[in-house]
């Protein structure tokens, strides 16, 4: 079992070499779970998912930001 992506049995387990990769979760996903989805997509290898500054910008930047970003204006 892998708690987290900064634990020290998931850095293990992105190392080993294999060929195929699945993951399984009985984790709700839900308010606070966006380090466990990225844990998942690290450990799956899942580009660009798995690369972290893009998993922050992209992803858990939005989805924690405490203002909504600014709109385009025409």
Request: aromatic share 8%.
């Amino acid at each position: 079992m892998v708690a987290s992506a900064s634990a020290k049995a998931a850095a293990m387990a992105r190392q080993v070499e294999a060929t195929h990769r699945w993951a399984v979760s009985g984790t709700p996903l839900g308010h606070g779970r966006l380090a466990d989805v990225y844990g998942l997509m690290s450990f799956l290898r899942l580009e660009p998912w798995a690369d972290k500054a893009w998993w922050q910008h992209a992803i858990n930047g939005p989805l924690t930001a405490t203002e909504p970003p600014p709109t385009a204006s025409c």
